[in-house]
């Protein structure tokens, strides 16, 4: 493996925990921010003058708070406005990523997860939706993983059976995961069964992202897998990003929630491609 494992999770409060006294000032200020995070990821952005009342704080300490969450790579600042959001050309961060579509992402893993037989070995990508396979994969043992992402490899290092392929690299926060020439050289330098991964919009039936690294390190993966599985909900049909992936068609199989409109589940048959709807108990 190309790089130190560092052990850190994707969880809010683990990121900013500075492990100080709980009656200091910099505890106060600790909760705080947690508290502002957590408010951006449920409203997606926020003015940072509204913070102030909010939360009772000066414009100057809302800006030093924001200043440090943007640092973590948790948000972006953008004239007064604190954001999560993504955008065509800024992918948001998986915090907020893995708050969003969670019951159709655990639908489209669960049938992801049929796509997966014992003995493979299998590129799982850093997307939000292929984390909601993890759950899933204890059935399917003994099987090689290797991924890029942080937060997947802390969660299967320690199922039986199933050999962990951690992939280093430059770390990126505001994906939890690695990516980079470093993280592409060991792709390349391997062959798996299967690639299950996720983009952030898909336009015109090809697959665009924010983010050229993670164009370049999921491309690596997809031409170093014998299948390829695309998982994407309804709202990737929304969405526009500056960095050209691939077409639809270079998948094996597409597989999509039952909340996407018929006029793309039509258009997409009809040109050929594979497209597997996912359904999810709505009562959940």
């Given at each position: 493996?190309?790089?130190a494992?560092?052990?850190?999770?994707?969880?809010?409060?683990?990121m900013?925990?500075?492990?100080l006294?709980?009656?200091s000032?910099?505890?106060r200020?600790?909760?705080?921010?947690?508290?502002?995070?957590e408010?951006v990821?449920?409203?997606?952005?926020?003015?940072?003058?509204d913070?102030?009342?909010?939360?009772?704080?000066?414009?100057m300490?809302?800006?030093?708070?924001?200043?440090?969450?943007v640092?973590?790579?948790?948000?972006?600042?953008t004239?007064g406005?604190?954001?999560?959001?993504p955008?065509?050309?800024?992918?948001?961060?998986d915090a907020?990523r893995?708050?969003?579509?969670a019951?159709?992402?655990?639908?489209?893993?669960a049938?992801?997860?049929r796509?997966?037989?014992?003995?493979?070995?299998?590129?799982?990508?850093?997307?939000?939706?292929v984390?909601?396979?993890?759950?899933l994969l204890?059935a399917?043992?003994?099987?090689?993983?290797?991924?890029?992402s942080?937060v997947?490899?802390?969660?299967?290092?320690?199922?039986?059976?199933?050999?962990?392929?951690?992939?280093?690299g430059?770390?990126y926060n505001w994906?939890?995961?690695?990516?980079?020439?470093?993280?592409?050289n060991?792709?390349?330098?391997?062959?798996?069964?299967t690639v299950?991964?996720s983009?952030?919009?898909?336009?015109?039936?090809s697959?665009?992202?924010?983010s050229?690294?993670t164009?370049?390190t999921?491309?690596?993966?997809?031409?170093?897998?014998?299948?390829?599985?695309?998982?994407a909900?309804?709202?990737k049909?929304?969405r526009?990003?500056l960095?050209?992936f691939?077409?639809l068609s270079?998948?094996?199989?597409?597989?999509?929630?039952?909340?996407?409109?018929i006029?793309?589940?039509?258009?997409?048959r009809s040109?050929?491609?594979?497209?597997?709807?996912?359904?999810?108990?709505?009562?959940?």
């Amino acid at each position: 493996m190309a790089g130190a494992i560092v052990n850190k999770k994707v969880d809010v409060k683990e990121m900013l925990s500075d492990k100080l006294p709980s009656d200091s000032r910099h505890a106060r200020q600790l909760v705080r921010r947690q508290q502002i995070a957590e408010t951006v990821i449920g409203e997606g952005s926020i003015r940072i003058e509204d913070l102030t009342e909010r939360f009772g704080i000066s414009l100057m300490t809302a800006h030093r708070d924001v200043d440090a969450l943007v640092s973590r790579g948790l948000f972006r600042k953008t004239r007064g406005i604190v954001s999560a959001s993504p955008t065509s050309l800024i992918e948001s961060s998986d915090a907020y990523r893995a708050t969003r579509q969670a019951r159709e992402k655990k639908a489209i893993a669960a049938a992801a997860i049929r796509f997966v037989e014992p003995g493979q070995a299998i590129f799982l990508d850093d997307a939000t939706t292929v984390h909601e396979m993890a759950a899933l994969l204890p059935a399917k043992v003994p099987l090689t993983v290797i991924t890029n992402s942080l937060v997947l490899i802390n969660e299967l290092n320690d199922i039986t059976d199933l050999n962990l392929i951690g992939l280093g690299g430059q770390f990126y926060n505001w994906c939890n995961a690695f990516m980079g020439h470093i993280t592409r050289n060991e792709i390349r330098r391997m062959r798996a069964d299967t690639v299950f991964m996720s983009l952030s919009a898909i336009f015109d039936d090809s697959v665009f992202h924010q983010s050229p690294e993670t164009v370049e390190t999921k491309r690596a993966m997809l031409e170093s897998s014998a299948k390829r599985i695309l998982l994407a909900d309804h709202t990737k049909f929304e969405r526009r990003a500056l960095h050209h992936f691939a077409a639809l068609s270079e998948f094996d199989v597409v597989i999509v929630d039952e909340d996407t409109p018929i006029e793309h589940l039509s258009r997409m048959r009809s040109n050929g491609i594979n497209v597997v709807v996912a359904e999810s108990n709505k009562a959940d």
